[in-house]
């Protein structure tokens, strides 16, 4: 299994444009998360979806756009990049709870976005 | 609005040397607690801590969790250079599970030779 995998590693952005992060999963996870990462402030969850065509927003969604088509892929739109969203973007994945119970967080490699 | 706070923010002992990190808590609908390890990379994880008193252990590493006074301690004895890293604790909570965590800012741990 390859687990969580993100693409790009790295990307750098004018002011205005916009992308997709891109991440995928092979190990039949039900739920996945994308959170950001800045220096002092822990990761922040950003949009998060419990199943293919379920998507619900974190902490942290402006500026931010997801969609869940099928369960491997969870791509994270940017629609107006801002010097603001300069920071490390980590995807994640879990299976779901059976009966209440709680499992752990994959994580992808992260991609570092820099907008200048 | 779920909260976790970590102490201490950072952290520099010896090799050999016993550390431990502390994090707490304000969530609504509390699940569990996850400790993560992070190195310059995606965090890894640590343990998952779900019912109060009862340790986690793994190698050099435990974990234990107090829900009714809502924190948890993170132990690792013998400290060695590799254990160098961001210790991050993380909450799962809300009705239902899901991947809904709140994350603390860490604690940056370096050990010296």
């Known amino acids: 299994n390859a687990g969580v995998t993100q693409t790009p590693k790295f990307q750098v952005l004018k002011t205005g444009q916009s992308m997709t992060l891109q991440c995928a999963q092979d190990m039949n996870h039900e739920y996945m998360s994308w959170y950001r990462q800045d220096p002092g402030m822990g990761l922040r969850l950003i949009h998060y979806s419990v199943g293919a065509g379920i998507t619900d927003q974190g902490e942290v969604p402006n500026g931010y756009n997801v969609s869940r088509s099928t369960t491997e892929d969870f791509p994270l739109r940017l629609l107006s990049a801002a010097p603001s969203q300069t920071s490390v973007y980590f995807c994640?994945?879990?299976?779901?709870?059976?009966?209440?119970?709680?499992?752990?967080?994959?994580f992808g490699p992260g991609t570092r976005l820099t907008v200048t | 609005e779920d909260k976790v706070v970590q102490s201490p923010l950072s952290l520099v002992v010896h090799e050999g040397d016993t550390v431990t990190l502390n994090c707490s808590y304000e969530?609504?609908?509390?699940?569990?607690l996850l400790w993560y390890k992070q190195e310059k990379k995606a965090p890894t994880f640590l343990f998952m801590l779900?019912?109060?008193?009862i340790e986690k252990k793994s190698g050099r590493l435990s974990s234990i969790l107090d829900k009714k006074e809502l924190f948890s301690i993170l132990n690792i004895t013998a400290t060695q250079t590799g254990d160098s890293a961001v210790y991050l604790c993380a909450v799962e909570a809300g009705e239902t599970s899901g991947s809904r965590l709140t994350f603390g800012e860490g604690t940056q741990l370096t050990v010296n030779p």
């Open positions: 969530v609504t609908n509390f699940r569990s």
């Open positions: 994640a994945s879990s299976y779901s709870g059976q009966l209440g119970s709680s499992y752990e967080q994959y």
């Open positions: 779900t019912s109060s008193g």
